[in-house]
Structures are given as C-alpha cells and as structure tokens.
C-alpha cells in the first residue's frame, strides 16, 4: 500500500506562483511513477505532470515551461513538490497526486487551487 497525502493549495492571482506538496509512504520501493492530475468544474480529470522512477519528467503541453517537478526522500518517506508558476486562470482546479505500482493508481484526497483576480 501507497499513502498520500497533499498540501499547498490555496487562492492566487494571475502571473503568480503556488508549491504544492504531496508525501507519500508505504511502499515507496515499489513506486514506477509519480505525478499529479487536476479536475476543473465541469470537467474530466487531465494528467498534468509524471516522474518516472528513472528521474524523468514530463509535463502536459498547457503547463510545460510554467510546472516542474522535485523529489524529496526523508527515510520512509518521499514528498513531490509541483511548482507552478506564471498560474493562469485556466489552471484552477482540484489537484490531485498519484503514485503507481504495476497496474495500480494510489492517489491523495486533492486539494484546491484558484488562480482568480
């Protein structure tokens, strides 16, 4: 089993910039990849961003060159920060971070970001 658990959401403007956080435990050794989705209002949950456990990042075309991705280990647990800069209102939505072993998705409760004048 895969625990996560996320932090960091909160209101912004426009050209402004939130971290989210996600700590993950359990069966970190067993992890392939790591990354984080969203869900706006009205609409289906879209991958945002992955980390392979090979150190390798990809980013959805909408916030490539505005998101990275970093990687933290403390002992039994590892944290994925997403940075988002230059947030757009287009961005607001529910973020949610996932962690996958084989076939299997492990995803945090979400947390909410408003990117609003």
């Known amino acids: 089993q895969v625990q996560l658990v996320e932090s960091g959401g909160g209101l912004v403007q426009p050209g402004g910039s939130l971290r989210l956080a996600c700590a993950v435990s359990g069966r970190i050794n067993s992890i392939n990849s790591s990354g984080w989705y969203r869900q706006a209002p009205g609409k289906q949950r879209e991958w945002v961003a992955t980390l392979t456990s090979g150190d390798i990042t990809n980013f959805a075309d909408s916030v490539k060159g505005r998101f990275t991705l970093t990687l933290s280990s403390d002992n039994a647990k590892n944290t994925l920060y997403l940075h988002m800069n230059i947030l757009k209102p287009e961005d607001t939505a529910v973020y949610y971070c996932?962690?996958?072993?084989?076939?299997?998705?492990?995803w945090g409760q979400g947390t909410q970001v408003t990117v609003t004048s």
């Open positions: 996932y962690s996958k072993v084989r076939t299997t998705y492990y």
